[in-house]
Structures are given as C-alpha cells and as structure tokens.
C-alpha cells in the first residue's frame, strides 16, 4: 500500500487549501480512510475519516470547515480546508486504517498505512 499527499502550502487565515492523497496497493481490501495533523509538540490527532459506504466524522475542532471525500475511480483521498485558522498548521498525513475503528477517535496503532506528510501552515 503506497499513500502520497499533495496540496499542503502556506495561506492567510480565512483562506482554504485542499489536500489530495493517491493511493495505491489495495487491492479488494477495505479500509477507513483518514487525515491526521501533528502540530509542534502536540500528539498526532485524527481530524476526519471516511468509510467505504461513504459515511464521515469530523473532529470538532474542523466541523464545519473541512470536508473529507474520494474518488473512487481516481483512488484519491481529498480533504478540503476553508475558513483556516492558524491553529490549524500542521503537518498533514494520509492514513489507511482498520475499518473497525473508522472515527476520529482512531488511534496512531490501529492505522497500517501513512503518507509521508504534507505541510500546511496559516497565517493570522
């Protein structure tokens, strides 16, 4: 299973981006798709997921601003980012998880897979 990002970048606050992850290696296995951040010192936090059957959950803290979603013919992963806010820098990872723990309490264990990273950072 291969996961590369794209997108991240540096934008003003109120500003949006859209991060892209292209996936590869999966074959007929399902799994509960994800975006985690990592800020500076703080720990690696889940901030949305999505099923195979399409269903999402949102951490608080982007409900409302962020929208998970995929392309099943491109096997891409996308998140979109509006309204950003400076507490949202960080950097940005793909993750392929166990379909049994598909909400934003998934844990940094119950994910096989991650992308390398893609840094977004926004300025106030």
């Known amino acids: 299973v291969q996961l590369v990002e794209s997108g991240g970048g540096s934008v003003e606050a109120g500003g949006s981006l859209r991060l892209s992850c292209a996936a590869s290696g999966f074959g007929t296995r399902k799994y509960c798709m994800a975006w985690f951040r990592q800020a500076p010192g703080k720990e690696r936090e889940a901030v949305a997921t999505i099923k195979s059957d399409g269903s999402t959950t949102y951490a608080d803290s982007v409900k409302g601003r962020f929208t998970i979603s995929e392309d099943n013919a491109k096997n891409t992963l996308y998140l979109q980012m509006n309204s950003l806010k400076s507490e949202d820098t960080a950097m940005y990872y793909c993750?392929?998880?166990?379909?049994?723990?598909?909400?934003?309490?998934?844990?940094?264990?119950?994910?096989?897979?991650w992308g390398q990273g893609t840094q977004v950072t926004v300025s106030s």
């Open positions: 993750a392929a998880g166990l379909p049994s723990f598909c909400t934003v309490a998934i844990r940094r264990n119950q994910v096989p897979y």
